[in-house]
């Protein structure tokens, strides 16, 4: 029995040691933290790793989306407001007549809406018969009509505020012939004559005191002096203008900054 007894004493002993032993020896360079931290940093490259993934996709759609949306948005422009700085002009002798030192707006864009798309419908109308139209002005300023009134009687019976250029609701149009304006030629001006007059524009080839067969202008029969305290005309077509009154609203913005711009203008060729 002691002998049992010590044997078993003995292996006991020995067991223990060796496995002691064996687990120092296995687990003494092994230690599971290192692992954790490994599997965390490829962890977190992963995680970074599909986050830009991620994050290049999301830019290319986003790339994709604004320049989708820039697409939609160029015929309309973002900046509305400074809008007025694309409208083109004119300078004087532009069509072989002396017109004064302030440049022409001659922008459709300009004029009163319904206006404009008559204005548009009768170069388009002319352009079908074989009579191609310039547009020598459409909208005019303070600053501009005086400069004609300045000029003399031949220009203009208006003073300031009293043209219905300065309302969006007359242009100044001259047919052109192989690069030359016609301004003398009365054949060509009653047929253009005509045309405007069946569009229910207003003909200044009518007039007997300033015969002006370039001039076309629409009021809805308002006069100038309605014009001059506010008075906006009727549109017939009213449902086909929804936006009319803030149409108008950024017209009048337009104008003023126009008009600004040749005041000044106006005044450093005046000290020139
Ligand atoms: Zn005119």
């Not at 054949?187 to 007997?208: A, F, P, S, T």
């Not at 929804?242 to 450093?268: F, G, H, M, R, V």
Request: overall charge positive; glycine content about 6%; aromatic content about 14%.
């Amino acid at each position: 029995m002691h002998f049992f007894c010590n044997r078993v004493f003995f292996w006991l002993i020995t067991f223990v040691s060796l496995n002691a032993i064996g687990q120092d020896l296995l687990f003494q360079s092994y230690d599971c933290r290192d692992e954790i931290e490994i599997m965390a940093q490829l962890e977190k490259e992963k995680i970074l790793k599909e986050l830009a993934v991620l994050d290049s996709i999301e830019r290319i759609q986003k790339e994709e989306e604004e320049r989708l949306l820039a697409e939609f948005l160029k015929p309309y422009r973002v900046d509305t407001l400074s809008l007025w700085k694309d409208w083109s002009f004119v300078e004087n002798y532009s069509f072989g007549k002396n017109r004064g030192g302030i440049p022409m707006i001659t922008e459709l864009n300009a004029l009163h809406p319904y206006f404009r798309d008559k204005v548009y419908l009768l170069i388009q109308k002319c352009k079908a018969k074989g009579i191609d139209l310039a547009v020598v002005e459409s909208y005019r300023t303070r600053a501009k009509q005086s400069e004609y009134k300045s000029m003399g009687k031949k220009y203009t019976r208006s003073g300031a505020g009293k043209s219905k250029h300065q309302y969006g609701l007359a242009i100044d149009v001259v047919p052109i012939v192989n690069g030359e304006a016609q301004w003398h030629n009365k054949y060509l001006w009653k047929r253009i004559g005509v045309i405007g007059e069946q569009l229910g524009l207003r003909w200044g080839g009518r007039w007997r005191s300033l015969y002006d067969p370039g001039h076309f202008e629409w009021t809805g029969g308002l006069s100038s002096q309605d014009l001059a305290v506010g008075k906006l005309p009727i549109i017939p077509k009213v449902k086909s203008y929804p936006c009319i009154n803030y149409d108008l609203q950024l017209l009048s913005i337009y104008w003023e900054n126009w008009e600004a711009e040749q005041a000044s203008y106006a005044k450093t060729s005046q000290v020139k």
